[in-house]
Structures are given as C-alpha cells and as structure tokens.
C-alpha cells in the first residue's frame, strides 16, 4: 500500500482553488459542489472569473459547521 503524505493547512497557499479546498476537507469536488460550495456563510472570493476560497477562513468556517456535511 502506498504511504500518503498529509499535508498542513498551512502548506496550502492564502487563497484556495476548489482542488485544494476538497483536499482540506477530504471530499470529492462533485460532493463540495452538492454540499458546501452554497453554504451561507461560505468564504469565498471572485478572483477573476474564478472562485477562490480564503485559506485560513475557510478551514475556521468547516470547523464550525461540519455538522452540515452529515
């Protein structure tokens, strides 16, 4: 069996692409986009044409509603 590397929140950069927030939360993007990308409250920013979550506000936010995600 391979061995996977955990990464840290903080090894991710300030603003998220979509990729990397599933992977903080370890879902798959077709269940982040029916489960959590319209959550009130979300973090999230347009960059662009782009939808970009904030880092640090966006792994505060999953902690606080987790229950959500059930």
């Known amino acids: 069996m391979a061995e996977r590397k955990s990464k840290s929140d903080l090894d991710y950069p300030l603003f998220l692409y979509k990729q990397e927030a ?15 990308a319209h959550c009130p409250g979300l ?14 506000p966006f792994v505060k936010w ?6 959500l995600f059930k």
């Open 22 to 36: 599933t992977e903080i939360v370890g879902v798959s993007i077709p269940w982040f986009d029916d489960n959590i």
């Open 43 to 56: 973090p999230k920013v347009k960059i662009g044409t782009e939808t970009r979550y904030p880092r640090d």
């Open 62 to 67: 999953v902690g606080l509603n987790w229950e």
